[in-house]
Structure formats: structure tokens, C-alpha cells
């Protein structure tokens, strides 16, 4: 796998306000993709990004591949409750490696 | 995307005892792994599991603390042995396949506490 970098570790955030976390790092990587792992549960699979420069929607969710393929971003528009949780990056493909994510609070 | 199970959810055991943790998905899949994600931590993969041979090790692992079974292509266990304190942790499977469009999904994971 190759070296991730998250940021910010958390936020804390009132319901409604937007979101965004950012993962980078110093070598060209491959792909990203994005988990969401709520408080006592498991990683969740969101979106898997490959190509440079390429978005993706979800509903809420934008999620950017930079063009040199060295960082990306998840950002959440007019945050809920539910999307309390905390967010990681990976890359790689059989063998990942993961950021350390950020903690993500939402206050109603 | 795949359905994976793990036994048991959570347990708590003693120190010095070993305990082994079953992953079973609901189809064949070409790779599967284990992850560690200590409280309030990241996901540290521990090994991959190989059908028919020895698994992977990252480094800081090794197979006498975390033997790891694979018999066939949807099942696989990992064994904590001779546990301490230390060893308190969550517990995770994971799947990867082409036929699961290159992605890596997780297990529900054990959470094992270690008196």
C-alpha cells in the first residue's frame, strides 16, 4: 500500500454545517477509497476513486481525486446526525493502506 | 459486495489463553485478510491469508502469536495466542475479489477484551 496522510484528526460540527476532510500524500498513489466507520461498528465501503481529477456524488457526498493523484477529499454538504462517524482514506488494491481518519461529530 | 460474518462478535478473555476468531463469506473470494484497529486507532492489517499455504505477515506480526488458518476460497480464522492486556483490540476480516470490482469489504470485526 502507499502512505496516507488525513486531515483534520476531528471536527466537530452543528447539523446543517458542511464538512470536508482531505487525504494526501507525497507519491502519485494509484487510487483512494473511502470508508465510513460509525461508533462501534465496521469500516463501510463509500466510493473508490481512480482516475485523475475524477468526482463522484452521493447524495451529500462529493468525493475529489486530485489531478496529480497525490491527494483527495470528502465533503459532506449540510451535515446530519447520522453522518456521525469516523471517515478513512485508503489506497491500494489487495493490500491497503489507511489513513487515520477523522472523527466527525455533528451536533443537532 | 459480500456478506461477512465473524464468531464471536466479542469476548473477553485471560491472559496467557488463546482465542481463535472464524470469518466465513457468502462467496468465493480471491484474497482475505486481518486487520487490528486498536480503540480510537486506524486499521493495522496483520496478515493475509493464503488458501492451501502459509499467510503473509506485515511486519511486527508473526505466526506464532497470530496463526492464521485458510481452507478454502470463503473461510478463513486467526488465533490470538498466549494473550495479554496488549492484545485487546478489535479483530476485522476482510474480502478483496475481482469480482467484487477491486474493493475491500470488512467484516463486522470481534472486539476482544483481555483481563
Known amino acids: 500500500g502507499q502512505q496516507v496522510m488525513q486531515i483534520p484528526q476531528y471536527q466537530h460540527v452543528q447539523e446543517g454545517e458542511d464538512f470536508t476532510t482531505y487525504c494526501n500524500s507525497s507519491?502519485?498513489?494509484?487510487?483512494i477509497q473511502w470508508y465510513k466507520q460509525r461508533p462501534g461498528g465496521h469500516p463501510v465501503f463509500l466510493i473508490q476513486l481512480v482516475k485523475s481529477g475524477e468526482v463522484k456524488k452521493q447524495k451529500r457526498l462529493t468525493f475529489q481525486f486530485g489531478e496529480a493523484k497525490k491527494n483527495s477529499s470528502l465533503h459532506i454538504t449540510a451535515t446530519q446526525t447520522t453522518d456521525v462517524g469516523t471517515y478513512f482514506c485508503?489506497?491500494?488494491?489487495?493490500?491497503?493502506?489507511f489513513g487515520k481518519g477523522t472523527m466527525l461529530l455533528v451536533s443537532p | 459486495s459480500a456478506v461477512i460474518s465473524q464468531k464471536p462478535s466479542r469476548d473477553i478473555c485471560q491472559r496467557g489463553t488463546s482465542l481463535t476468531i472464524q470469518c466465513q463469506v457468502d462467496?468465493?473470494?480471491?484474497?482475505m485478510f486481518w486487520y487490528r484497529q486498536q480503540p480510537g486507532q486506524s486499521l493495522t492489517l496483520i496478515a493475509t491469508?493464503?488458501?492451501?499455504?502459509?499467510?503473509?505477515?506485515e511486519s511486527g506480526f508473526v505466526i506464532d502469536k497470530f496463526p492464521i488458518s485458510r481452507p478454502n476460497l470463503t473461510f478463513s480464522t486467526l488465533t490470538v495466542s498466549n494473550m495479554s492486556p496488549e492484545d485487546s483490540s478489535i479483530y476485522l476480516c476482510s474480502v478483496w475479489g475481482q469480482g467484487l470490482a477491486d474493493t475491500q469489504y470488512f467484516g463486522p470485526g470481534t472486539r476482544l477484551t483481555v483481563l
Open positions: 507519491t502519485t498513489l494509484s487510487n
Open positions: 491469508a493464503n488458501q492451501g499455504s502459509e499467510a503473509t505477515y
Open positions: 462467496s468465493q473470494v480471491t484474497m
Open positions: 485508503s489506497s491500494g488494491y489487495s493490500t491497503l493502506t
